[in-house]
Each structure stands twice: as C-alpha cells, then as structure tokens.
C-alpha cells in the first residue's frame, strides 16, 4: 500500500473516531496483505501533524492516543457552537486535584493535613466521575485509608501524555490566576497550608476537541 493511501486512511479514521486512536489501533486498521508496519503508520502521523501548521486543528498525543483537537488560539470562537457554560470549579476542589496529582499516591488525610480543612465527600465523588481521579491502593496503617491517584482520562482531559509534562509549580504560580496559584502552593507545602476559602471558584475551559463533548457541572 502506497504510503499517501496509509496517511489517508489514518487521517479519516482520527477525524471519525469519538476518543484518541492508538498506535495498535489504527494498525488494527489494516489487514496483513495491506502490508501496513507500524513505522508506516507513525510516518503517516508525523506527516499529518505537520500537516497541521498554520491551521486551526492539531494531531496531538495524549496519554490514550492521537487525537485531532481545535487549536487553544481559535477555541473561544468555535466553542460559541455550542450553547454550554464555562465549568467552574471551587478552590477546595482544584487544590485537592493538584495535590493528588503532585503528591500521588495520597490519602484524603494527607490532604487534609497539607490543607488544614476538611476534604467534603462531594469533592472525592466529582472528581471520581469525572474520571480524573482513582483509587490505586491503600496505605499500609491502621484503618488502611485509600490512596488516590490521577486516571489516563485525566492526562487526555488536561492535554498530557505523561505525568512528566505537568507543569512545574513554579510554572503554575506565573499563571494570572490566583486560584490555581494557590493550588500550586497546597501541593507544594510539606506541612500545613493556610485554610481554604469553601466558595471560591475559577473557571476551567473545556478542551477543544475535534467533536462536540458535553460539559458536565461539578457536584
């Protein structure tokens, strides 16, 4: 098969797929008389992502695969499409994700300890549904709390491959926002952290990807 038949193949496969396609799945694609190999198919992915420059898609990598997402520059303009709101999360709820996500595996003790408040049940569970959080294990003491750990669907969420392409803390604390500034600095106390203030909120953009997604509100 001619290498152009590949990249065609791979590219409208991406386009139809409703979540990131793998390497092993889109050879899946082929048949063993196609001849396809996997460098074919990796060229035909490099070929496509260049392909992407200067235009308001891109084919990036997350950690469940290659996706084709709406470039963050056009975002605010293709998601008036769609009539949803912006989600808004409290800070209690950004600072317990940071800490899970730099300091995992964790128990909700810990967390509170690094806090200084309580953890409300509410939190756990949306960021359970959500799917950015999960049980990985538990701590080998008595009453065996569980330990929380980030999801595959929380790297995809958020644009990541890897936990390794989190930005550093220090990286988050340039961001204009207080709220996650101060997400950053929980996750980054080695003790105790000032207490939190219950009702604040930022607002977290959905990703744009390259089909609608419906927007779920928090608990």
Same mark, same amino acid.
């Given at each position: 098969?001619?290498?152009?038949?590949?990249?065609?193949?791979?590219?409208?496969?991406?386009? &139809?797929?409703?979540?990131?396609?793998?390497?092993?799945?889109?050879?899946?694609? %082929?048949? @063993?008389?196609?001849?396809?190999?996997?460098?074919?198919?990796?060229?035909?992915?490099?070929?496509?992502?260049?392909?992407?420059?200067?235009?308001? =898609?891109?084919?990036?990598?997350? &950690?469940?695969? %290659?996706? $084709?997402?709406?470039? *963050?520059?056009?975002?605010?303009?293709?998601?008036?499409?769609?009539?949803?709101?912006?989600?808004? $999360?409290?800070?209690?709820?950004?600072?317990?994700?940071?800490?899970?996500?730099?300091?995992?595996?964790?128990?909700?003790?810990?967390?509170?300890?690094?806090?200084?408040?309580?953890?409300?049940?509410?939190?756990?569970?949306?960021?359970?549904?959500? *799917?950015?959080?999960?049980?990985?294990? $538990?701590?080998?003491? #008595?009453?065996?709390?569980?330990?929380?750990?980030?999801?595959?669907? %929380?790297?995809?969420?958020?644009?990541?491959?890897?936990? @390794?392409?989190?930005?550093?803390?220090?990286? =988050?604390?340039?961001?204009?926002?207080?709220?996650?500034?101060? &997400?950053?600095?929980?996750?980054?106390?080695?003790?105790?952290?000032? #207490?939190? &203030?219950?009702?604040?909120?930022?607002?977290?953009?959905?990703?744009?990807?390259?089909? #609608?997604?419906?927007?779920?509100? #928090?608990?």
């Amino acid at each position: 098969m001619e290498q152009q038949d590949i990249t065609n193949i791979v590219e409208a496969a991406l386009f &139809a797929a409703q979540q990131p396609l793998t390497l092993p799945m889109l050879a899946a694609l %082929f048949q @063993d008389a196609d001849e396809v190999s996997h460098e074919a198919i990796s060229r035909a992915l490099e070929g496509l992502t260049a392909g992407c420059a200067g235009h308001g =898609i891109e084919l990036v990598e997350v &950690a469940s695969g %290659f996706r $084709y997402q709406v470039r *963050e520059a056009v975002h605010p303009w293709v998601a008036r499409l769609w009539s949803e709101r912006q989600t808004k $999360y409290s800070r209690a709820l950004l600072e317990t994700l940071a800490l899970i996500a730099y300091r995992q595996p964790i128990t909700r003790g810990e967390i509170e300890q690094v806090r200084g408040v309580g953890v409300s049940t509410s939190i756990i569970h949306t960021l359970e549904e959500r *799917e950015w959080v999960r049980i990985v294990g $538990y701590r080998d003491v #008595p009453g065996k709390p569980a330990l929380f750990g980030t999801t595959r669907q %929380f790297l995809d969420y958020f644009n990541l491959k890897s936990l @390794d392409q989190l930005p550093t803390l220090a990286e =988050i604390r340039e961001i204009a926002d207080p709220q996650l500034t101060l &997400a950053a600095d929980a996750a980054a106390t080695p003790d105790a952290a000032e #207490p939190s &203030a219950p009702d604040a909120e930022t607002t977290v953009t959905e990703p744009a990807v390259a089909t #609608p997604r419906t927007t779920e509100d #928090p608990a």
